[in-house]
């Protein structure tokens, strides 16, 4: 079975993010693969144990975004490629999702590629259906179990996690998967695997090499601010039993007239 | 001639999703601006009442398509008679509500009309012909304005960030019936069953959220039957301290949120994780209950009008964030509260 990841590398959640000069920075904290795409790395993963085959996976982006690709690698991720050319990183998600559909076309023979479900940064949340839209493939979003996959047949059966509760779709393979975190939680990467990540040479492939276009996003962000202070005074409840602390607070939610 | 701005109204089951009329309502606002009336476009298997609550919130014109292959929602047969529609009238603007298949609407008509998406916004201004969104990023750790240069410009609204507008039944607009767009060999999956949440209320439209964090399994008064594993035996205890939680929130008909440590330690659901990796919410009321206040579940809920934080660490980050706080054992506090709330809202 052929199987592709796409990540991509962000700041960590745990980052005190700010604007600073218009410039968006995070001090000290380290950028990692994105969260959700650890989830994605470990559904590609889990499906190459049980039929075989290879796992690569793909980032889009500038060059420091080798890293993501490393931490997929030390995960056990077979191959690894960065496309990545100047001005790459400034691509709106339909550009994304046309590098990244071109770039699994250009792999060839793909029975699935596998997302997280979005980016920490920008919050967009779309490029997963965005590629299967442009390869023409089954988008299976959202999935929280894939409770049949079969490469023989070319099925698969997954559960989505939606607003209103569990829906079960069947669609044909080669499909897009985005996954959410009741997938299962991602494995650590393993001392041979970080040995090996950190020897492995990433090739890059630019949009040329895949018959892609880098054209200019038609979405720009002119403007990025930091969020208005809020001017939260904290009262805090104190005095008597916590029945009567219960009472006040009560009272005092109420009085809020937000219920 | 046709109205510049469209919103998609979502459904599930023949239900409207509520926040689809804030998306008319917001929708009335830019045709206000730009010029001409506002269209809803209303797909399913029997959306006929959609339809007409539809043009009582405030549609001019419904576009509406009744089809077996809209039954259950696939994006596939939905995005393609949205593309169809919007190809033919030529839209400016076409919002939708950011549910899950709002967001995976917009994205896929994006990628067949070749334009732009910008999901889950806040805020819309008209500048120069062009709509402006406010979007949070980096879960909300900065706000990012952001412009489509292509057309239509597809926008999907924040739940909760625009007003409701009041739906007039006396209200008519032109209902043009349409036909789907592809037929059921032409599309790629299908549905074969589905359960309901067993969360109640959603979280993501809540108007109050009661949450519990890792201090939710630290009941010392409680004795885990015989026969658990430490283990278990936590997870039994969270379980009984997320029934208290689950009874604040049953009396204000809220829906029961979570911290990641919560989640992950096993106590409930992911579906219940609120925060920057799991849901962005922004409800009137949030009561976070042994939660510290980590960065990434301020991420989620930051926007919360108040915030109510009862915590044994008085150093907890959450105060910091909260408008009221008690610092205390939530076992002492929770239940006591909801009998305070029950007995003065009479529920």
Redesign the interface.
Known sequence: MKIVVCVKQV?D??A????EDGQ?TWGDSPLVIN??DEYAVETALIQQEAHGGEVTVISVGGEDAKEALKHALAMGCGNAILVSEPGIEKS???LT?RILAAAIQKIGDVDAAFFGRQA????????A??T???LG??????V?AITELDPGNNTV?VER????????????LP?VISV???IGEPRYPSFMGIRRASRAEIPIWSTSDIGAELSE????????????Q?E???????GGS??E???K??????E?K?? | MADKVWVYIDQ?KGEAIGASWEVVGAARVLADQLGGGVTAVVAGSAVQQVAEQAQHYGADQVYMCNDGTLD?????PY?SLLSGLAREHQPEVILFPT???G??L???V???L???????VTALEIQDGNI?VT????????????????RPQLITTRIRAFTLPEPDPAKAGNVEQVNASVSEDQI??????????SAGV?L?DA??IVSGGRGVSNNPSLVPPDGMDEKEAEVWKAQQGFKLIGDLAGV?GGAVGASRAA?DAGYV???H?VG???K?VSP??YIACGISG???HQAGM?TS????AINKDSEAPI???????????LF??????T???KN??NT
Do not use: H
């Not at chain 2, 070749?114 to 889950?120: A, L, N, R, S």
């Open positions: 700041p959640t745990a005190k993010v700010v604007v968006i969260p959700w709106d998600s339909l999702s920490i940064d920008g919050d967009v949340g779309v490029t259906a965005q299967a839209r442009v493939w089954p988008s299976l979003t959202l929280s059966r996690s939606i607003e209103e509760g569990r829906q079960v779709v069947e669609g044909k499909a959410v975190k009741d996003p038609v979405v720009t962000w002119p403007e990025i601010t930091n969020p208005p809020q939260v005074v904290t009262e805090l409840v104190t916590p029945e602390i219960a009472g607070l009560a009272d005092k939610i109420l809020e937000v219920l | 599930y259950e929602f696939r994006a596939e995005a549910t899950s298949r967001r995976e917009a994205a896929m994006a990628v067949d070749g334009t732009g998406v910008m999901p889950d402006v979007r949070p990023v980096y879960g909300g750790k900065l706000i990012s304005k952001a412009v489509c240069s292509s790629l999956t299908k549905v074969s069953g589905y359960s309901e949440s959603t993501n108007a109050v204000l989640v659901p992911y579906d994780q920057q990796t799991g962005v009137d009321l980590a960065i990434q930051r009008k108040v915030i109510v105060f910091k964030m909260a408008r009221f706080g008690v610092v205390g054992d002492e506090i929770v239940p006591p509260l009998a305070a709330l003065r809202l």
